[in-house]
């Protein structure tokens, strides 16, 4: 398995794809105007309390207030809102909280009114990105992650991650982080510390301390709202989040990120330095290694898959909802639950994949093909759980119920990427929009292969001279693609009088195949 990262810097933004075995799985942007990501620690006022709602909205500068929710504020308040008051003023300058004297905890059913009062300073970080006409949603509860651990101000708990199973191995992994964790901070030990040494996992806790210093120092005297504590750079935190030894390659269009990425490298795993390269070509990075037409091809309503079959995305307000389609296979199929598992499973690795390059958030509501087999209901809700295990985001998965349906709940920190993947028809007027002419070339490779299973001998495909020419044009062309795949060479006619996007294909007698 083949794991690339390709990033594509401009003059203010910066794209980062990930590849596994040449396929698009994350797309993700990072935008010079973005104050605001998850993990971001701001020194900020309460604007106001509202004790229908428990929470508070609280000033950190964006046009619309950050949500705080009681439930939000961690059990140690009252000892952070103390030390963030004596660190503003000057009075405090040890910021280890080995001598600090921790406060009670509040209570786990308070009131936000007892907690917190308009106007008070408060440490509080962004744990969900604005989105929609929603300001950020905010948290007091500090957490700074590293590569191995996360780190928690105001705790003394020390918690391991689910994902790792070994008994064995989360007993080790606890009693070695106590043993180097200070009096006064938590840790949470993240999936890739697994079998990692003492060494590694004591040099990212005093990367995390010493980033923890560095926030206290700015604390005094800060402007109100203020980021006190920032994200690392967008390509070394994905690389934190998602980089691990089945990386074979990170490709940079920019020399200034491509020494940002190898110093990084160099510090958390320095055998694997050399996998990062510069790209130096005349040729757009993401033309290159075929992005941008994935694209094209993977954001709209409709996305195809293998074998004719094909997805419809639908957004609502409230929900996301999948339909799967088996396409144009026949329904005289010899056993049609074998082909709706075949179906639904191919559905499952794409709808895994759709997630996390849309990034998309809520409720999703997935109707597969009806399968009367339980057996083959079970099959499909393992897969689906299989092939989501690589996906950052909390999320659950419900078993199909009898209609068919399987309900997922995703995390949704930062707003959902959505890519136009519409054009301007050059045929229309007043605006009227058409697919993108690269999908209509993917339409038509799938209309071919359903008719060759039909075993039609000889195919003549007309269509507009532009999609002629890009079908037709080049070595190896598509055309001859098919030819290599299927063996059956199609001829291809220019039709002057055809829209852009309009295409028919002809049987050996001329007449036109419905």
């Known amino acids: 398995m083949d794991k690339e990262l390709i990033i594509r810097s401009s003059s203010d933004t910066v794209d980062f794809a990930l ?41 950190v500068g964006y046009e619309k207030d950050a949500f705080l929710h009681y439930h939000d504020l961690g059990p140690k308040l009252p000892s952070l809102l103390k030390f963030t008051k004596r660190v503003s003023t000057g009075k405090l300058k040890d910021f280890s909280l080995k001598n600090f004297p921790f406060e009670k905890d509040i209570d786990k059913d308070g009131k936000i009114v007892d907690a917190l009062k308009s106007n008070q300073s408060l440490l509080v970080q962004i744990v969900k990105e604005p989105i929609s006409t929603k300001g950020p949603r905010i948290s007091s509860e500090l957490s700074i992650a590293g ?98 030894d089945t990386f074979t390659g990170i490709t940079v269009d920019d020399e200034e990120l491509y020494y940002q990425v190898k110093d990084y490298l160099q510090e958390i795993a320095p055998k694997k330095e050399s996998i990062v390269k510069l790209y130096q070509s005349k040729v757009p990075i993401f033309e290159k290694h075929g992005i941008e037409r994935q694209i094209k091809t993977s954001f709209g309503r409709t996305v195809s898959m293998a074998k004719g079959a094909y997805l419809v995305i639908e957004h609502t307000e409230a929900l996301h909802v999948i339909d799967v389609n088996s396409g144009n296979r026949s329904n005289k199929a010899n056993n049609q639950e074998e082909t709706a598992l075949e179906v639904n499973l191919i559905a499952a690795s794409e709808i895994a994949r759709q997630l996390r390059l849309r990034d998309m958030g809520g409720i999703i509501v997935v109707d597969f093909i009806d399968m009367t087999n339980a057996e083959n209901r079970q099959k499909l809700f393992n897969h689906l759980r299989e092939e989501m295990q690589d996906d950052r985001a909390k999320h659950k998965i419900l078993p199909p119920s009898k209609f068919g349906l399987i309900q997922i709940t995703r995390q949704r920190t930062r707003p959902e990427m959505n890519i136009k993947t519409r054009e301007e028809d050059p045929n229309g007027i007043n605006g009227s929009e058409v697919e993108a002419p690269i999908g209509i070339v993917q339409k038509i490779t799938h209309d071919l292969e359903v008719l060759l299973r039909k075993d039609y001998k000889k195919l003549t495909l007309n269509t507009h001279p532009f999609i002629a020419a890009f079908l037709t044009k080049g070595f190896p062309s598509i055309r001859s693609k098919w030819f290599f795949e299927h063996k059956k060479w199609v001829k291809i006619l220019p039709r002057d009088a055809y829209t852009y996007l309009e295409y028919h294909f002809f049987d050996k007698d001329g007449n036109q195949i419905k």
């Open 19 to 59: 590849l596994k075995d040449g396929k698009l799985i994350e797309l993700q942007k990072d935008e010079d105007e973005n104050n605001f990501s998850v993990g971001d620690v701001f020194i900020a006022k309460i604007r106001k309390t509202v004790p229908g709602l428990n929470a508070a909205f609280v000033n």
């Open 147 to 244: 590569r191995y651990i996360v780190l928690v101000p105001f705790s003394s708990r020390i918690s391991i991650s689910q994902k790792i199973e070994d008994r064995e191995e989360k007993d080790r992994l606890k009693r070695l982080v106590k043993s180097i964790t200070p009096q006064g901070f938590g840790v949470i030990v993240r999936t890739v510390a697994q079998g990692k040494k003492v060494a590694e996992l004591d040099k990212d806790l005093q990367n995390l301390l010493s980033r923890w210093t560095a926030m206290c120092k700015k604390l005094h005297k800060a402007h109100h709202p203020s980021k006190v504590l920032g994200e690392m750079n967008k390509a070394s935190s994905i690389l934190r989040d998602i980089f691990n």
